[in-house]
């Protein structure tokens, strides 16, 4: 039989077939096509749904919130489940008290802070008092157990929710950085409960076991530390290779996980201050020893958080202001009666978070060693000049020492196919990760093209691997550099100047189906390149600021929009 013949049966045949009994029909088809006999278990006509609809919120600072949210939209879709997505920072949270059935999606950052994107929900329903007694809800707690207070936005939003009258349909899930089976299980749960509410299940309270990761850590030796910048600078920024015995296993967009250590002579400060014996063992929630290593290794003693300073306060008895201090400078403000009464103190204190800094070096071209690009970070507290903890532990170390470090795999700002081009926007140390992507492209002979925008202060002083980047640049690599210092000139011109000004390149580059990644300071560097990018493609492009917005967000949807930004 002909296939115009074939096709137009077929039309006959399906031409009054519903949705539901045409996804029967293909269930059938494929049974028949393996050689299966009666009707194979995944062609059943699918149930209707038991709830009228579900909505899944999420709040986001680095995407796995909403790529998670996403992929559990598209399986309640597939299963005929009326759902809604919706990101927090777009959701009216008044609409809450007209919700029956959500899914709550969000990640913890800093001392236990939800994101930016999250924050007026959080600060709504922690604000307000009406009863929620309509809703059922799970909430999915997104984390990293290197973190003192791991997964506490999450937890939060989960108590708050509870005490304003919702029924928890399925307990808490906090999920480490290695989060998909756990949150895979957690989506299919909640869903199974929503579909089934009034049963036992829906009163389960406590939180879901987390499966503890064992992260891989590494010992390296100091190779090489070197000030990229030059005489005169304002800043200092650390090139460091680290080399191992055996291969470190990363790839570009990656970034070095770093427990640092406090200053000794703070350490002996503190000592000094409270009077307590150095060798005196004590039992943290997480690790014992001595108060010496303790201080030393493993306890933060910099700008200590809100709860470490009530804590303080209720061991002490001293009204201590919510400001973020140092604990030898509380110490010397507000003086313990003794050294019993700073042990106490020393049992509170949050373990050292790690630091995470984006890996310069690409696997392909650097075997067993990896690199990372550390600005000196400085700032004035008390009139007083103060250092980054770890970018001066990581800028003191001398050639030969050796550091610890963990790799902390970023799975949203991976490289696309070598074919594909690429706008890299990496000011200041967030070049870091565009000398990677880099190294990898010319060490696996990318054939797309590669534009670069770097930006610092001064151009004799800032212009980080010079050297390298004017290399790719003759050879091929790089096929297009646009550099700002800002400080070369009287008005201040940064990387953002720079794109608008060559906006009918970039947004050709764009059409053309480049993506575009960003790495370095949040704000203001990142929010100012995203209103630059919009602009340009509203401008470019013919579009409105709505359209020109949505087309940036489905940048991002398909990986063609990238941030690390810190």
């Not at 031409?15 to 050689?35: K, P, T, Y």
């Not at 030059?230 to 055996?246: L, M, R």
């Not at 770890?390 to 696309?416: A, M, W």
């Not at 992507?437 to 151009?459: I, K, M, V, Y």
Request: proline residues 4%; negative net charge; glycine residues 6%.
């Amino acid at each position: 039989m002909h296939a115009e013949e074939q096709l137009k049966q077929l039309k006959i045949l399906t031409g009054n077939l519903s949705a539901d009994e045409l996804i029967w029909v293909q269930g059938f088809l494929a049974g028949v096509i393996s050689g299966k006999h009666g009707i194979p278990e995944t062609a059943k006509l699918p149930a209707l749904p038991a709830v009228k609809k579900v909505t899944i919120l999420y709040g986001t600072e680095t995407g796995n919130s909403k790529s998670l949210a996403t992929k559990f939209a598209q399986k309640a879709k597939a299963a005929h489940q009326p759902v809604k997505l919706v990101a927090l920072d777009q959701y009216r949270p008044e609409d809450l008290a007209k919700e029956e059935n959500v899914l709550l999606l969000i990640s913890t950052h800093g001392d236990g802070e939800p994101p930016a994107s999250a924050r007026k929900f959080y600060d709504f329903i922690h604000q307000q008092n009406n009863l929620l007694s309509k809703l059922n809800y799970s909430v999915l707690a997104l984390g990293d157990t290197a973190y003192p207070l791991f997964c506490k936005a999450g937890e939060e939003v989960d108590n708050r929710l509870s005490k304003l009258g919702a029924t928890r349909i399925h307990a808490l899930q906090k999920c480490d950085v290695d989060y998909e089976s756990d949150a895979a299980s957690w989506f299919e749960k909640a869903f199974s409960n929503f579909q089934s509410q009034g049963t036992s299940q829906a009163t389960i309270s406590s939180p879901s076991v987390l499966k503890k990761q064992n992260r891989k850590f590494y010992r390296g030796t100091i190779r090489s530390s070197i000030n990229l910048n030059g005489a005169g600078s304002n800043k200092e920024t650390y090139h460091i290779e680290i080399g191992c015995e055996e291969s470190v296993e990363y790839q570009p967009g990656d970034s070095l996980g770093i427990l640092p250590e406090n200053r000794q002579d703070i350490v002996l400060q503190i000592l000094k201050l409270t009077g307590a014996d150095p060798n005196q063992v004590v039992q943290t929630p997480k690790v014992e020893g001595t108060i010496r290593e303790l201080l030393t290794k493993h306890l933060n003693i910099c700008h200590l958080s809100t709860v470490n300073l009530n804590a303080i306060a209720g061991i002490t008895g001293h009204v201590i202001p919510d400001i973020r201090m140092d604990l030898i400078d509380i110490l010397r403000i507000y003086p313990v009666k003794d050294a019993t009464e700073f042990t106490e103190i020393v049992k509170i204190l949050s373990p050292i978070a790690p630091r995470l800094y984006s890996i310069s070096s690409a696997p392909s071209a650097h075997d067993q060693e990896v690199h990372i690009t550390v600005s000196q970070n400085t700032f004035q507290a008390n009139d007083e000049l103060k250092f980054g903890l770890c970018s001066r532990f990581i800028g003191n170390l001398d050639e030969g020492e050796v550091i610890e470090f963990y790799i902390h795999q970023n799975k949203l700002f991976k490289l696309p196919a070598l074919e594909q081009d690429l706008i890299m926007i990496g000011p200041g140390s967030g070049i870091a990760a565009m000398r990677s992507f880099l190294f990898e492209r010319e060490s696996t002979g990318a054939s797309g093209r590669n534009w670069l925008f770097f930006g610092d202060q001064h151009f004799t002083t800032d212009f980080l691997y010079q050297t390298e980047i004017q290399n790719w640049l003759e050879t091929g690599v790089l096929s297009k550099l646009s550099v700002a210092f800002s400080r070369d000139q009287q008005e201040k011109i940064y990387v953002q100047h720079k794109m608008a000004e060559l906006k009918s390149e970039v947004y050709s580059w764009i059409e053309a189906g480049a993506c575009l990644y960003v790495s370095g300071t949040r704000d203001p560097m990142s929010v100012d390149v995203e209103a630059a990018l919009q602009k340009i493609i509203e401008g470019e492009g013919n579009q409105t600021s709505a359209e020109a917005k949505n087309f940036l967000n489905e940048m991002k949807e398909e990986n063609r929009y990238l941030l690390d930004v810190y």
